[in-house]
């Protein structure tokens, strides 16, 4: 604290006089600038987390073309039921089975979105091109594979590409689905690794399986498909 000694006139008597302090923040001003051009080099900002969507080829002349040919071992169903409930049966069904008198449908497997449901048994489908990424994730995570987040990702979808194992998951909706289900199947499309799945409107005879797996009076139009 600065002290200014004033002598008064005719006693000659001096008296300090005290001043309120004063902090030159010059200093404080050129150190936060420091810190700010520090921050803005080094600070390596956050991108936008997007999900990964593979779309078809433009189609030139719709006339030409041929039904996609998947493997029924490979194929997966998935139909999203009601009361979030789950459904799934492997393979297809075939034109004879489907239109006979009765149908001949094959049994569904009801379970959840937890973590002991659909994503256990997708998981177990999977688990081959699963175990590719798990090392994959793990040689980059401990350091022996150097390479960037952007190259990484493009070798985890050159995995999902080449892979010739995985299942070939076709989704579907039953009218009593929710949207919180689309969303919480797609959730475990990418917690899984899922290489190949696309949404396909539900068949008449599937509505069917599941009214008949979940307890639920058959539809009208179910009912009027099967008898034509």
């Known amino acids: 604290m600065a002290e200014v000694v004033v002598e008064e006139k005719g006693k000659g008597k001096k008296k300090a006089k005290k001043h309120p302090p004063r902090i030159d923040m010059t200093p404080m001003v050129d150190l936060m600038c420091l810190l700010i ?10 991108k936008a987390k997007i999900m ?19 493997s029924a071992s490979r194929t997966l169903n998935i139909i999203l039921g009601p009361n979030d409930k789950v459904y799934v049966y ?9 239109s006979a008198n009765p149908p001949i449908l094959p049994p569904l497997t009801e379970t959840d979105f937890s973590a002991e449901g659909i994503r256990k048994l997708l998981l177990e489908r999977n688990k081959a091109l699963f175990r590719k990424i798990n090392d994959f994730n793990g040689q980059v995570i401990s350091g022996k594979l150097k390479i960037s987040q952007d190259s990484a990702k493009n070798a985890i979808s050159k995995l999902k590409s080449d892979d010739d194992t995985g299942p070939i998951v076709l989704i ?11 969303v919480d199947i797609l959730d475990e499309m990418n917690i899984c690794g899922i290489a190949r799945y ?6 008449w005879y599937e509505n069917r399986m599941v009214e008949m797996a979940a307890g639920l009076t058959p ?7 099967s008898s034509n």
């Open 37 to 46: 051009t520090f921050f803005m080099l080094t600070t390596a900002f956050s």
């Open 52 to 70: 990964e969507i593979i779309l078809p080829e433009k189609i030139k002349d719709p006339t030409k073309q041929e039904a996609p040919k998947i």
């Open 90 to 98: 492997p393979g297809t069904v075939k034109p004879e089975d489907y």
């Open 172 to 182: 579907k909706a039953y009218k009593k689905a929710t949207y919180g289900n689309f």
């Open 198 to 203: 696309t949404f396909v409107k539900i068949a």
């Open 219 to 225: 539809t009208a139009s179910a009912t009027s498909s």
